[in-house]
């Protein structure tokens, strides 16, 4: 048994006599620990690497979850601002603590990444609608000259499956009301223009699951205008959490037309706006391209944004032109 298990068995050992938390008997361990070994057990330990999984951010701290460990932790940092929820987060932990029986700890940040498969996140699972959908006959065709038309016919030749995601995709946890989501209420907040709230909401949300992709969603949408980077590691983030419920070579639709699955298009869509805004001009034409594949009716407006680049127009050009390029509003919209 390695030392870490070792020291875990005998934290739990201390749980069931004592029937302390786990973090109360863990700091009465360490303690006793300390005494045994002959150190200050108030000395502040040595600065210690470690990797978590960042689950909601607020102004001067961020709520992780540390692989290994029992709980969360408040992480008390400066540079909180550097991660989102959903990040891989190294941290330097400088300092540990427990308050109230909530662990905490302070220190900075080293780094943050976009690692979904190191979350520890069970896949949401995929819902049959149909298995041989006709999307010929349950929209109306694109016909000429729209310049669409031609991958309108290619992407409809053929019935393909179709599915629906998770509720909680769209923010329906289970056991709650249905009418109670708390993403639309987000949504709703920032209609009235109150950022703070809707983001707050959101937080939450996403500490109680990170596969709520429309929290993602609404969170790059509130940074789409100001901070496009900032936005595309939202957007990123919730389109990767959605893709570990596809399987290899998914070849079914996802249309618009069934709501659990807005959240996942949306996260595509903003980040295909957020590319191109920020010039990966060939990025963002494979992801519009993916978007019309999965809902070839494109309710979102994409075969505009696909067309300008395809007549090789930048972002800047077209803002220029005619203002924020058509197809660009729906990804704001819950």
């Known amino acids: 048994m390695t030392a870490h298990r070792d020291l875990k068995q005998i934290i739990r050992q201390r749980q069931q006599k004592t029937s302390e938390s786990y973090t109360a008997a863990r700091a009465h361990v ?17 600065p210690a690497l470690v990797e978590a999984v960042v ?18 932790v408040t992480f ?3 540079d909180a601002w550097r991660v989102v929820p ?24 080293e780094s943050a990444r976009i690692d979904v498969a190191r979350l520890g996140l069970e896949p949401l699972p995929l819902h049959v609608f149909d298995l041989a959908y006709d999307l010929r006959t349950a929209y109306e065709p694109y016909r000429s000259p729209d310049p669409y038309a031609p991958l309108w016919r290619k992407l409809t030749a053929k019935r393909r499956p179709c ?38 909401v959101l937080m ?4 109680r699951d990170l596969r709520c992709i429309d929290a993602h969603a609404l969170l790059g949408s509130i940074e789409f205008r100001r901070r496009p980077e900032r936005a595309l590691i939202h957007y990123e983030i919730g389109l990767r959490i959605g893709e570990l419920s596809l399987p290899s070579g998914f070849d079914g639709v996802l249309i618009w037309g069934r709501i659990y699955n807005r959240p996942f298009l949306r996260c595509l869509h903003g980040n295909g706006l957020c590319l191109w805004r920020l010039g990966r001009a060939s990025e963002a034409l494979a992801v519009f391209e993916r978007i019309l594949s999965l809902n070839p009716n494109d309710n979102q407006g994409v075969r505009f944004c696909r067309e300008d680049l395809l007549q090789g127009r930048s972002w800047a050009e077209v803002e220029e032109e ?8 729906t990804t704001l919209l819950n």
């Open 86 to 109: 959903g990040h891989l987060a190294s941290l330097i932990i400088e300092k540990r603590w427990t308050w109230r029986e909530n662990a905490c700890a302070s220190g900075r940040i």
């Open 163 to 200: 599915y629906d995601m998770d509720p909680i995709a769209w923010g329906a946890f289970p056991g709650s009301d249905p009418e109670d989501n708390p993403t639309c209420d987000a949504s709703e907040l920032l209609d009235m223009g109150d950022v703070e709230g809707a983001e707050e």
């Open 204 to 207: 939450g949300v996403l500490l």
């Open 30 to 46: 360490m303690r006793e620990r300390a005494a045994l070994l002959g150190l200050d057990a108030d000395e502040p330990a040595r």
């Open 55 to 72: 689950l909601k951010v607020g102004q001067q701290s961020a709520r992780v979850r540390i692989p290994g460990e029992e709980g969360q």
């Open 76 to 78: 008390r940092t400066r």
């Open 322 to 329: 005619v203002g924020e390029p058509e197809g660009t509003q």
